[in-house]
């Protein structure tokens, strides 16, 4: 794939993004493309990987799961049986609450890339008594939300719920 990019006339001259026949420069799609790879590889495997240990510890979940997964039928019906046999729509698979949950669970106990996650405030801002000046990097602390009782209560949030 990217051989056949390479191949096609790409325009690399500066050009004004606004316009509406603004084309990709081969850098962009370049630099797009790692970060796709990069961002998108290991936050998607270590998520699957979360998800199976839970899995294996909750059979329960993985029975409910199956449910719902059997009950949806693989296609929408714009697409032939040949071609569903494997794998399902995509707007079929995102009819699935409670996989939905099971994922949104997965993700409040082992969130990934963490470090990724961080804000700058418009305005100089309080929040719960802490002054955060206007333009400041903030790293959000990603786990004290994950796991507040407050939040999250009465349930015991160390405890994996789905
Ligand atoms: C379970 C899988 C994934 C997790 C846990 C995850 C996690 C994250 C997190 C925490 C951020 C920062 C969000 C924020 O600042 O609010 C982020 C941003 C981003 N992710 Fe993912 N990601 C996942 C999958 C992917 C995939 C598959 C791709 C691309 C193929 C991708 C591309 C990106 C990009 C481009 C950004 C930057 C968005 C922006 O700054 O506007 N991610 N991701």
Same mark, same amino acid.
């Given at each position: 794939?990217?051989?056949?990019?390479?191949?096609?006339?790409?325009?690399?001259?500066?050009?004004?993004?606004?316009?509406?026949?603004?084309?990709?420069?081969?850098?962009?799609?370049?630099?797009?493309? %790692?970060?796709?790879?990069?961002?998108?590889?290991?936050?998607?495997?270590?998520?699957?990987?979360?998800?199976?240990?839970? %899995?294996?510890?909750?059979?329960?979940?993985?029975?409910?799961?199956?449910?719902?997964?059997?009950?949806?039928?693989?296609?929408?019906?714009?697409?032939?049986?040949?071609?569903?046999?494997?794998?399902?729509?995509?707007?079929?698979?995102?009819?699935?609450?409670?996989?939905?949950?099971?994922?949104?669970?997965?993700?409040?106990?082992?969130?990934?890339?963490?470090?990724?996650?961080?804000?700058?405030?418009?305005?100089?801002?309080?929040?719960?008594?802490?002054?955060?000046?206007?333009?400041?990097?903030?790293?959000?602390?990603?786990?004290?939300?994950?796991?507040?009782?407050? %939040?999250?209560?009465?349930?015991?949030?160390?405890?994996?719920?789905?």
């Amino acid at each position: 794939m990217l051989q056949v990019m390479a191949e096609e006339p790409i325009n690399d001259e500066m050009q004004d993004s606004s316009k509406a026949n603004y084309q990709l420069t081969r850098e962009e799609i370049i630099s797009n493309i %790692l970060i796709f790879m990069v961002a998108g590889y290991e936050t998607t495997s270590t998520a699957l990987a979360y998800a199976t240990y839970e %899995l294996a510890r909750h059979p329960e979940v993985l029975q409910k799961l199956q449910t719902e997964i059997d009950q949806l039928p693989l296609s929408n019906g714009d697409r032939s049986d040949e071609e569903t046999k494997e794998y399902p729509d995509y707007d079929v698979v995102a009819q699935m609450p409670y996989m939905d949950m099971f994922v949104s669970e997965v993700l409040r106990m082992y969130p990934i890339a963490n470090v990724a996650v961080q804000r700058s405030a418009f305005e100089d801002t309080i929040i719960q008594g802490i002054k955060i000046e206007k333009g400041t990097l903030v790293h959000a602390d990603v786990y004290s939300v994950h796991y507040d009782r407050d %939040l999250w209560g009465p349930e015991d949030p160390n405890q994996f719920h789905c």
